[in-house]
């Protein structure tokens, strides 16, 4: 069964600081991914997608595949309190299916 | 604007009731999903639909049903038969590439009375 994992947190960061999140997956087939931030109570937001082997950049958000290792990250640079909330990792899992992580809560602290 | 629209907000449930909660959208996506989620956990798919009139079961499909009659509408039930139906759902749907990114409606918190 096709799987994807990720560290449940909480991940406690400095304000301005870079949070390091990790999402690793078990189909060497699948070939995109996102990061959807949830905050509490809320629906997830998509923040980030990746289609290609290494690093996509959008302002203070980048995202990294690594296909060989199969590992997806994402990282925050200069993480502000209002970052604070789960990222969920998802890649497509099959015909119109999708599969989610679990979520790793971020905090950070002013 | 374009987007999901979930409604209502929050819904109660008294025990034997079937409630049901309505998912629309305006972004002319072919696939529609709902998904369940409980405090601190993951995202469970219920239901997905390709296409109108087509709608497959997800992992955890028993206690609701679905319907697709219209492309933009992908209304869920939760009948009696779903004993423990206190969950956040979330209804998202896509234009059906596979690689196509999810989007999510703003969703309904469900509570048993």
């Known amino acids: 069964q096709k799987e994807v994992e990720q560290n449940s947190g909480p991940l406690s960061v400095p304000e301005g600081a870079i949070a390091s999140l990790n999402c690793t997956y078990s189909d060497r087939g699948s070939q995109s991914f996102f990061w959807y931030r949830q905050y509490s109570g809320k629906s997830p937001e998509l923040i980030m997608f990746?289609?290609?082997?290494g690093d996509k950049e959008d302002g203070r958000f980048t995202a990294q595949l690594n296909k060989a290792s199969q590992y997806v990250s994402l990282l925050i640079r200069d993480s502000q309190p209002s970052d604070s909330a789960t990222y969920l990792c998802a890649t497509p899992g099959g015909t119109y299916k999708y599969i989610f992580g679990t979520g790793t809560r971020l905090k950070v602290l002013a | 604007d374009g987007g999901i629209t979930q409604s209502p907000k929050y819904l109660f449930r008294k025990e034997g009731q079937n409630v049901t909660l309505s998912c629309e959208q305006n972004?002319?996506?072919?696939?529609m999903y709902w998904y369940r989620q409980d405090p601190g956990q993951g995202l469970r798919l219920i239901y997905y639909?390709?296409?109108?009139?087509?709608?497959q079961k997800g992992d955890i499909a028993e206690g609701y049903s679905v319907s697709r009659e219209k492309k933009e509408s992908f209304p869920l039930t939760v009948t009696s038969a779903q004993k423990n139906p206190t969950a956040f759902y979330l209804c998202a749907s896509t234009n059906g590439d596979s690689n196509e990114k999810l989007f999510f409606g703003s969703g309904t918190q469900l509570s048993v009375l």
């Open positions: 990746i289609y290609s082997n």
């Open positions: 972004l002319n996506h072919d696939a």
């Open positions: 639909s390709q296409i109108v009139n087509d709608f």
